[in-house]
């Protein structure tokens, strides 16, 4: 059962773009905080990460510490002796940036006596463990902000949404297809919400590999392979120089792709309402290609990035993931009134 008033261990994670949990992560912030207990949430604001069901909290940062953006031990954030960097105050990070809200991360609620060294994550019978999202940082104390004077002694104010049934556990054997299955979400969704498994890694390509197989291998598609920077080989290297008349229909059609790919290949030619289909393209013009179908095999021996984590490669069991807001259940059909 939830209290109303609570001591918490946070952590949250700092992005390049506050806000943008999908950005490069800069560096994780461990506190803990004093909480007040607030409301449900009946009406979701996805603009700032609340969703229905969500529960509100205030209160104020006792203390922090910055960590490594990649954690080698998944609970180093619930060691009982962390090194605290600041009292009542968010730490800066080596640039002078500081966390922003708003900031997604984990929350534990529960006996801080609980905690152990190394960090372990307490029996839930004993707490609960689950997402938040900080919405807010220093807000004004009290109208006009008169109360911001008492800042000093209490710590930065904080206003946040506990967020329950967000985060699992990995046990034994759990991969993300299995994980996908069992929480109703894809494989795609739990990549795109952690960091930490969207990693990617280099392969040489075998012989007879092909963009469609190594896609459902590895459990991404053909314009995600693409689309990696350190994947440039597959493009026409030549590209297509530009003929009389030539538009970029016909284009499409010589080399069996789309016109949608085309123009996503070669910005300029974006704007459909400025460049149709069927206009005829500037003479001399060098479009951008990829120079191998789908379908058609890869080079032996070539480098090729790919997801870390395939869907069925077992995850580190211990460690936890953030999973997506739970879809609404279909209502049952009304009882007839007899």
Not at 38 to 61: E, H, P, Q
Not at 124 to 136: M, P
Not at 149 to 160: C, I, K, Y
Not at 205 to 212: C, F, H, R, Y
């Amino acid at each position: 059962m939830l209290q109303p008033y609570a001591n918490a261990r946070l952590l949250l994670f700092i992005h390049q773009l506050p806000g943008r949990f999908d950005s490069p992560r800069l560096g994780r912030m461990v506190c803990e905080a004093f909480l007040k207990r607030g409301r449900i949430v009946s009406v979701s604001s996805g603009n700032l990460g609340i969703d229905s069901g969500d529960f509100t909290y205030t209160g104020y940062l006792c203390r922090s510490a910055l960590l490594d953006p990649s954690p080698s031990d998944p609970w180093d954030w619930l060691n009982a002796e962390m090194t605290w960097s600041q009292v009542g105050y968010r730490p800066p990070l080596a640039d002078g940036r500081f966390c922003e809200a708003p900031a997604a991360g984990a929350i534990w609620l529960g006996s801080l006596a609980q905690l152990q060294s190394p960090g372990l994550l307490p029996p839930i019978s004993r707490g609960q463990l689950a997402g938040l999202t900080v919405t807010e940082f220093a807000g004004p104390f009290g109208a006009g902000g008169i109360g911001s004077l008492a800042q000093p002694l209490l710590g930065e104010r904080l206003e946040l949404v506990l967020k329950p049934n967000r985060i699992a556990v990995v046990q034994d054997d759990d991969t993300l297809l299995s994980l996908a299955e069992r929480y109703g979400t894809t494989v795609d969704t739990l990549r795109a919400l952690n960091n930490d498994i969207s990693a990617i890694t280099e392969i040489s390509t075998a012989e007879g590999d092909t963009l469609n197989g190594l896609a459902q291998l590895h459990g991404t598609s053909v314009s995600w392979l693409r689309d990696q920077p350190e994947n440039a080989w597959l493009l026409r290297p030549e590209g297509h120089t530009v003929t009389e008349g030539e538009t970029l229909t016909f284009i499409a059609q010589l080399y069996g792709t789309t016109r949608t790919t085309l123009r996503k290949l070669n910005p300029a030619y974006s704007d459909f309402r400025e460049w149709p289909g069927d206009a005829p393209l500037p003479l001399g013009e060098v479009l951008n290609l990829f120079a191998i179908r789908p379908s058609t095999a890869l080079p032996v021996g070539e480098a090729l990035v790919v997801p870390l984590y395939r869907p069925s490669t077992p995850l580190p069991a211990g460690s936890w993931l953030f999973l997506p807001r739970r879809r609404a259940a279909a209502s049952a059909a009304p009882a007839l009134d007899l």
